[in-house]
């Protein structure tokens, strides 16, 4: 029996209120003895620590660095093996796309070609937002028979852009060319499926009509495709787990991320403050609350050690705007490791803490990397961490007799 | 290759002895800071400990409570959610009825109808086992065309009822209402498939005579039916690792699953004393001896910290009633956890200690959940226990070159 099978079989009705506080990329590696988080002044969070359960979680397999899709489908019980869930969705989803089964999705950077057509710039000089809009809205204009596409703008010299049509395939190739003096690919079936082989025609076609289309327009005269992904529609939060589900997030991708399981998309402004102050507004009207906090990860990935753990220092401050509300359960954790030394995205297991009135007790001091592998927990597979949300919250009834 | 393929590659015929103590419901939870096993006194276990292989098991997967039937097959090492015995298996095997492949089963409960059909009373004022009996034989004088069928009084208003056909289908819905004032619910396919339809058909049948055979009889003049599971035979303890295998165990949910893999039900007493005599006069006669203690997981069940912790220091104190027979590999384990605070089955991960002459030794000066912690297992999944005892008493050769 698989795993969504079992929580199907066993799910219960609860009112119990669930808060699952994620800091982005929060795992790291030491510098001077210390990890970012083992560096943070996390008093209050320390002291909430040694009554809970704690441990560590392996996002995919050990090894394997997740990105920011399959690190917040682990962290929402998905397989991350099993629900993959393409760049081009990712950025669809990003700009509010209302995406459907079959839509086959692609992300745009708008490029320079010469007269040659070769490209100058990958990125056509980061045009500004309004500029992106426009090219849009000439590509807007053109027809593909056959097939129905959108392209939105998401930020600078990137786009989303989406084709709607019958069997449409993911399997053909990227035009980006990756460097400049060369001209941009063609699309190419990467099968010999009819489908691949259509859908690469097809798109080759879009492809002719833009370079005509934007051939007076500079420096955006062009675009470059990539990440090709087909939508498959996900059981939702609601169907897997039974419970109404909110995502307090900043930025793009992560509300993108809560809308495809599902979650009712919160507005508010990116920032400990702002988001632990929205959870009290919103307090009561969901049992599952959903806050991430983006800066550490931003941190992480620029090497920035002290400011990373001073957003950590500054979620501690303002720990209690979350306990005062009195979750039955409460979480925090991240999608991955983001080790300022490493400057990226890592495989290094995250941290994290589960505290309800059926923890255990973890004999640790202080909540960091160190001491976390003495929690109550040990080092468990990210997806595993909502059945023991489910199981604390009294949503999971026994398994057999 | 699946775990079963892999033991049947490497296991080697031994003449080592087992000892498996099962503690039903030993793991808890913290009450003044200590779990049961904690606040038990265990002098001699702990001196066990310090020179065995120690850590904790999780027996389904994180968050997932187990029923008796799960928790158990995860002991002997079948996986959990590949081997699923249905309720009614479980209460035929209770009642030793010689079940076969193919047969459905499901729990009967004698109830109480009023002259329109109603459900007065859903266990019939919980009868005495002689009445009980007494029904039962009236049943069995039943015929139903193209299926033979066996009912078993188990206790009080409780029996098992058994089907024997062909094709017959558990894919079937139940006929307790779960609510009085209403009548039984009728049988219905829960699928279109014809077994599911047929099924459905001759148990209506079957019930409609029975009410007519009854309708004299006070107060138990009805049946409701539920848990209705095929059983489908699984490999045997001998054929899966070569164990002559005897069960110490005096109830009969546990004698029924230790039958169900082929292990010799032997006549015991319940109580440690009774149980650990047995295993001294059995000595010699088997290589695997399972001992289940039921009380444990009683009071966990009941609430009562204290007689829980009692328990456990009543095993401590007769244990080298055990060790004094030397056997190869001895391990203390449980099915469950079942915390005093909790009163129920729970999720939380089960102690365990596993000594052999090839145990590392644990750095612990307490058999607990927090320093099991520090164990030298880490946290195991339980079906990974059978192979651990395979390999500690030379039954698993090596793997590949």
Redo the contacts between chains.
């Keep these: 029996?698989?795993?969504f099978e079992?929580i199907q079989k066993?799910k219960q009705i609860s009112d119990e209120k669930i808060v699952m506080l994620v800091l982005d990329g929060l795992g790291g590696l030491p510098k001077n003895g210390k990890t970012e988080l083992e560096a943070a002044e996390t008093p209050n969070i320390d002291s909430i620590a040694k009554n809970s359960d704690t441990g560590l979680m392996t996002p995919i397999i050990p090894g394997i660095t997740p990105g920011s899709g399959p690190g917040h489908l682990a962290l929402f019980g998905y397989d991350p093996l099993e629900y993959i869930i393409g760049r081009g969705i990712l950025s669809a989803l990003g700009v509010k796309f209302p995406i459907r089964d079959g839509d086959l999705a692609a992300r745009v950077n708008f490029a320079t070609i010469d007269k040659n057509g070769m490209v100058t710039d990958r990125r056509a000089g980061r045009i500004p937002d309004d500029i992106n809009r426009k090219m849009c809205e000439m590509i807007r204009q053109l027809k593909i028979p056959g097939v129905e596409f959108f392209i939105e703008t998401e930020k600078d010299h990137r786009a989303a852009l989406i084709f709607r049509g019958s069997k449409l395939s993911e399997n053909i190739s990227e035009t980006d060319p990756q460097k400049t003096g060369v001209a941009p690919l063609p699309v190419k079936p990467m099968d010999s499926s009819k489908a691949s082989i259509a859908t690469a025609g097809l798109i080759n076609k879009f492809l002719q009509q833009v370079r005509k289309k934007l051939q007076d327009e500079h420096p955006a005269n062009m675009i470059l495709l990539r990440g090709f992904a087909l939508f498959t529609e996900i059981p939702s939060f609601q169907e897997v787990y039974g419970l109404n589900a909110c995502a307090i997030a900043g930025y793009p991708m992560y509300r993108g991320l809560a809308s495809l399981v599902g979650m009712k998309v919160i507005e508010v402004d990116s920032g400990v403050i702002p988001q632990f102050n929205k959870l009290k507004e919103l307090w009561g009207k969901y049992n599952f609350y959903f806050i991430h906090i983006k800066y550490t990860d931003s941190y992480g990935e620029d090497g920035n050690f002290d400011k990373k753990a001073a957003v950590i220092t500054e979620v501690d401050r303002n720990i209690d705007k979350i306990l005062d509300l009195e979750p039955d359960v409460f979480v925090i954790t991240a999608d991955h490791s983001t080790p300022a030394t490493y400057k990226a995205h890592s495989w290094h297991p995250v941290p994290v803490l589960l505290k309800s009135k059926?923890s255990?007790?973890s004999?640790i001091n202080k909540f960091g990397e160190t001491q976390l592998l003495?929690?109550?927990?040990?080092?468990?597979n990210t997806p595993?961490?909502?059945?023991?949300?489910?199981?604390?919250s009294g949503r999971?009834?026994?398994?057999?007799?």
Tied chains: 1, 2.
């Design positions: 029996m698989k795993r079992l066993l059926w255990r007790k004999c003495k929690g109550t927990l040990g080092i468990i595993d961490l909502m059945t023991l949300i489910m199981a604390n999971l009834a026994k398994f057999g007799a």
